[in-house]
């Protein structure tokens, strides 16, 4: 839901993966009053938005909260008509306000998110993809993103390893020949960029794990659709 919110809001990749980043710091499973009290309170599609509105300000390119719940209202109620100013509007916002009270607690007003898709861009160009093979860098960039939905994938792990993972995946799943992508040298070329090689092939199993799974999760959204429109 944030992922196609943020889409719909017209938000930046990094804006909308710093929401994510707080939603699972946010959905963490601690024994803490304020991670407790955010699920007790709040339903996912408030929080979601929460961490969308915040994400945004952080950013500095803030939405209203109209936007933020109209958006909401779109995702939960396809082809309905826009929410009116009503009592179940303000209490919507009043809702989001309070939430964000609560997400700024949770996250113990640590705002900052390490932009891995800023690293993935830096190997990227060290390695001359973006000229070289367009495509292998598109797809090593979507992985990224993909990578953000899973909690382990994104802010638990080393990032300069997921960078590496996301391109030997990508050239992986294009059946690239390494030899024609990557410098060879002793170590891999990672190595040079500070990826421990051990991080790398643990990246690189959990990432395909999690393409797996979005796979289906698509699939099913997908024929979810074509019944609908039927």
């Not at 803030?62 to 933020?68: A, F, M, N, T, Y």
């Not at 990432?207 to 999760?217: A, E, F, N, R, S």
Request: aromatic share 8%; glycine share 4%; charged share 30%.
């Amino acid at each position: 839901m944030i992922h196609r919110g943020g889409i719909l809001l017209r938000l930046a990749p990094s804006t909308i993966c710093t929401a994510i980043a707080y939603f699972h710091r946010c959905s963490e499973d601690k024994d803490e009053r304020p991670h407790l009290l955010v699920h007790e309170k709040y339903s996912h599609a408030i929080l979601s938005s929460t961490c969308l509105f915040l994400a945004a300000k952080v950013a500095e390119d803030p939405r209203r909260l109209r936007e933020i719940i109209t958006t909401r209202f779109r995702l939960l109620h396809p082809g309905a008509e826009f929410p009116k100013l009503n009592k179940k509007y303000h209490a919507d916002k009043d809702d989001l306000v309070a939430c964000e009270q609560l997400v700024l607690r949770t996250l113990r007003f640590e705002l900052e998110y390490d932009d891995r898709h800023k690293i993935l861009l830096h190997f990227l160009k060290w390695l001359d993809l973006k000229k070289k093979d367009p495509k292998l860098a598109q797809v090593a960039y979507g992985l990224m993103t993909d990578a953000t939905y899973s909690p382990y994938l994104c802010h638990k792990r080393a990032k300069r390893a997921l960078a590496a993972a996301c391109i030997v995946v990508a050239a992986d799943l294009l059946k690239r020949d390494p030899e024609d992508v990557f410098p060879a040298g002793i170590l891999p070329w990672y190595g040079a960029l500070g990826a421990h090689p051990g991080d790398v092939a643990n990246m690189c199993h959990h990432l395909l794990q999690l393409i797996k799974q979005m796979w289906g999760l698509r699939k099913q959204f997908k024929d979810e659709e074509e019944v609908l429109a039927v």
